[in-house]
């Protein structure tokens, strides 16, 4: 165990790796605490595969790993001009319910992000925040599932599908 963990803090000191922690509050005793893993460079872990874009479009569950991967990559960067702290987490409960990326602003405000790798959105891709929703009470800020579609759709007045494309428009 010290020597999985010495090679686990040394990649995440090269940037080669980063540990999402868990975000908990003491309201929800039954979730999952494991940090979850992102590889820092979504490019370097494709060739280290051997996959291209052609073998990503037939690999739906490799392609959602990587695009969320690289939405978490992206929203790091932004987050690190903003003038607030804004700290980086995961949800998930035993239940099985999750959320990719849970970001909190000062130790006040939340907000869940999904990411999938998908052109449509149903209301059954929300049931994880609903969960971050529940477990944030008045905290919680807003939902949003970002998906692979072009439009922005309002799902309840805190919960949003929005475009990927999103991250980077002026609009």
């Known amino acids: 165990r010290p020597t999985i963990r010495d090679y686990v803090a040394l990649l995440e000191r ?11 509050s003491n309201r929800l005793s039954r979730l999952v605490k494991t940090p979850k893993l992102h590889m820092g460079d979504t490019g370097l872990v494709a060739s280290l595969l051997g996959v291209d874009a052609a073998a990503l479009s037939k690999d739906r569950a490799l392609l ?5 991967t690289f939405v978490f990559q992206e929203l790091r960067r932004q987050a690190s001009w ?68 072009e439009s922005a759709v309002r799902f309840a007045d805190d919960l949003f599908a929005v475009p990927i494309k999103a991250l980077w428009s002026l609009k």
């Open 14 to 24: 090269i940037f080669l790796i980063e540990m999402l922690p868990p975000w908990h």
């Open 82 to 149: 903003h003038e607030d702290a804004i700290g980086f987490h995961h949800f998930r409960d035993k239940d099985g319910h999750e959320v990719d990326i849970v970001l909190e602003r000062e130790g006040r405000d939340i907000a869940g992000i999904e990411v999938k790798a998908a052109a449509t959105v149903t209301e059954s891709d929300f049931r994880g925040l609903r969960k971050l929703k529940d477990a944030s009470g008045a905290r919680f800020a807003a939902g949003v599932v970002l998906y692979d579609g």
């Open 64 to 68: 959602g790993q990587l695009l969320e």
